[in-house]
Every structure is written in C-alpha cells, then in structure tokens.
C-alpha cells in the first residue's frame, strides 16, 4: 500500500515502561504508559481481574506481578468491553483458578457478530499489543457469565459491582466498581492522556454515560489507557479530558456533515481542530482515521457501528491518508 503515513501503529516498536500500584486497600492498577491498562481486585478469598491483556504471554506478566501480592486463585475476568487487546490474554488465567469470564449480554452479542473480524482487524493495526500472539488459542475469548443491568460479587470482604453506566467507547461498555473505597476501573469510556478510540463508538451517548461514572464520585479510577487517577481533581481531569475529545471530535464531523463535505474532508476538518489541545495524546494519528470514519457514520444516522475489518481499515487509511 502506497502513502505518506505507515498504516495505523504498524511502526510502533517501542515497550513501554509498566507499572503496577495499589489504589486502595483492596484494587491495584497495572498500566504501561498509554497501553492498554488491566485492574486487579483482591479479597480474602479471591482475585478478580479486569481485562485480560492481548495475549496469554502479555497476561503472564500480569499474573507475575498478582503472585508477588497473593496466592489467591484468580476466579473471576471481567470483560470491560469485546475488543482483542482486552481479552484474549483470558486463556492465561486458567491454571490460575479461573471460574467465570464475566461480560454484559451486550458485550457478548457484539463478540456473536464481529468478533472474528474485530480480531484480526486490530492485530494487523497494532501488532506490537499482540506480542506472541500464537499463543492465543483457536477461536474467541468467550464469556462463561453474562448479565444485564447490575451484578454484585463478593471476593470475600470485598464487594464489587459490575454494570454498564451507559453506551460510549462500545455498546456493551461495563464498569467495575469498589462502592465501599470507591475506585471504579472503566475500560475505555475514561483515558487519560490517550486518545479515545471511537471506532465503535455511540458518540451522541457518550457523555451522558460520563456524566453517570461522574455520578458515583470515584476517589480513584484505573482508565483503559495512561496512568491511574487518584483523588477527585485526578478523576474529574480524566472524565473531563474525555468528554471534550469525544464532543469536540463530533461536533466537527457534524460541521463537516451540515456543509456537505465528503469524509476526506471531513477528516481533515477534524484533524486540524483537535491537533493542536490532542496532537501530543498516545496514538492520537493512529485513533483519528478510525474515530472521524465512525463519527461521519453516526452524524449520518448510521446508529450501529459498521463493523471493521483488516480490508475496510486498510480502505480507509489508504483513502484518509493515502
């Protein structure tokens, strides 16, 4: 393929430092500078884990770090939402213990529908997140609990509730949430200097589902990407940093829609808005193509994703940025 940028994060070799931090007495963060993030929740009796990292060799640095804490059995995953590099670490967590790979009712229609394109989708933009990605086995990570609406579990002595706050970065979006320490771990409806992607996205829902996560007033919240959030100016620099990416991102898109232009257009409409306050944020050139080609979708009624795959994303860079 011909063109002035290399396709999505194909270039992007560079590892990146890790960091795994307690929050409370009971939830730790593990984060690797604008990677994708995993939360670890530990009771008296059990582990939890919210998403997985992207491979099973990724997932065992994560399972390293737990066994430093505890010797627990890992019982329970949490999917915050369907996409490769959140879930197909989950295999790495058998020999651990692992009982339930938990996930929304909305999460698994989406896995039903798009998994297997999603997947080799974002293994061809990214490749270095799928490290040893044969490891993976055949197939999907599929969920072995699923709800609607609110599901409590307790971890002995710790409770955590699992829930969607609303429809934002996917329309199976899920939180977990600490009640009695108030951490919440979001998935990918909060980063912090990282660009949202928004290639799934339901951008007119977004922040209103925010405005929900606001709501609980979390002392600490683990985003999909940057560094943990601690106190409430961290957390409100987080939600707030979002909210404006994700309204400002539409708002032009549906500037560009109203005057007619086509998506070309458009994307250079938005690129020149946002990157000069988003330009610096974590894979900022790599999101951009994927979030104006969603937002140009829903600012003309298409209200349900299109669903990528490795030839649309290869179309569409080549059209955006060829």
């Given at each position: 393929?011909t063109?002035?940028k290399?396709f999505?994060?194909q270039a992007?070799?560079?590892?990146?430092?890790?960091?795994f931090e307690q929050?409370?007495?009971?939830?730790?963060a593990?984060?690797a500078?604008?990677?994708?993030?995993?939360?670890?929740l530990?009771g008296r009796?059990?582990v939890?884990?919210?998403?997985?990292?992207a491979t099973?060799?990724m997932?065992?640095d994560v399972?390293r770090?737990?066994?430093?804490?505890?010797?627990?059995?890992?019982k329970?995953?949490?999917?915050s939402?369907?996409?490769?590099v959140?879930v197909l670490?989950?295999?790495?967590f058998?020999?651990?213990?692992?009982e339930?790979?938990?996930?929304?009712d909305?999460?698994?229609?989406?896995i039903?529908?798009r998994?297997?394109?999603?997947?080799?989708?974002?293994?061809?933009?990214f490749?270095?997140l799928?490290?040893?990605?044969?490891?993976?086995?055949?197939g999907?990570?599929?969920?072995?609990?699923?709800?609607s609406?609110?599901?409590?579990l307790?971890l002995?002595?710790?409770?955590?509730?699992?829930?969607?706050?609303?429809?934002g970065?996917?329309?199976?979006d899920?939180?977990?949430w600490l009640p009695e320490?108030?951490?919440?771990?979001?998935?990918?409806?909060v980063?912090?200097?990282?660009t949202?992607?928004c290639?799934d996205a339901h951008?007119?829902d977004w922040?209103?589902t925010?405005?929900?996560?606001?709501?609980l007033?979390?002392?600490?919240?683990?985003?999909?990407r940057?560094?943990?959030?601690?106190?409430?100016?961290?957390?409100?620099?987080g939600?707030?940093?979002?909210r404006a990416?994700v309204?400002?991102?539409?708002?032009a898109?549906?500037?560009g829609?109203a005057?007619?232009?086509?998506?070309k257009t458009?994307?250079?409409r938005?690129?020149a808005?946002?990157?000069?306050?988003?330009?610096?944020?974590?894979i900022?050139?790599?999101?951009?193509?994927?979030d104006?080609?969603?937002a140009?979708?829903?600012?003309g009624g298409?209200?349900?994703?299109?669903?990528?795959?490795?030839e649309r994303d290869?179309?569409m860079?080549?059209a955006?940025?060829?």
């Amino acid at each position: 393929m011909t063109g002035s940028k290399a396709f999505a994060s194909q270039a992007d070799l560079a590892e990146k430092r890790i960091s795994f931090e307690q929050l409370s007495p009971h939830a730790w963060a593990y984060t690797a500078e604008g990677d994708p993030n995993t939360g670890v929740l530990i009771g008296r009796d059990a582990v939890m884990v919210v998403d997985t990292q992207a491979t099973p060799v990724m997932a065992a640095d994560v399972i390293r770090r737990i066994r430093e804490i505890t010797p627990l059995p890992i019982k329970y995953v949490l999917l915050s939402h369907y996409h490769a590099v959140r879930v197909l670490g989950a295999s790495a967590f058998v020999a651990e213990g692992l009982e339930q790979v938990i996930a929304s009712d909305a999460t698994l229609a989406l896995i039903q529908e798009r998994g297997e394109q999603d997947k080799a989708s974002e293994i061809g933009r990214f490749p270095r997140l799928f490290r040893n990605v044969e490891s993976v086995p055949a197939g999907l990570t599929w969920p072995t609990l699923t709800f609607s609406g609110r599901l409590s579990l307790d971890l002995g002595g710790v409770k955590v509730e699992m829930f969607s706050p609303g429809r934002g970065h996917t329309a199976g979006d899920t939180v977990a949430w600490l009640p009695e320490e108030r951490v919440l771990f979001s998935g990918d409806l909060v980063e912090f200097d990282a660009t949202p992607y928004c290639g799934d996205a339901h951008f007119a829902d977004w922040p209103a589902t925010l405005d929900a996560i606001a709501a609980l007033q979390p002392q600490a919240l683990v985003p999909g990407r940057g560094p943990a959030l601690r106190g409430e100016a961290q957390v409100a620099a987080g939600l707030a940093g979002t909210r404006a990416f994700v309204s400002e991102l539409y708002a032009a898109v549906q500037a560009g829609r109203a005057a007619g232009e086509d998506l070309k257009t458009v994307y250079q409409r938005a690129m020149a808005a946002l990157r000069p306050r988003y330009g610096h944020w974590v894979i900022f050139d790599h999101c951009m193509p994927f979030d104006v080609s969603r937002a140009f979708d829903e600012a003309g009624g298409t209200a349900h994703p299109r669903i990528w795959t490795a030839e649309r994303d290869r179309y569409m860079w080549a059209a955006l940025e060829g």
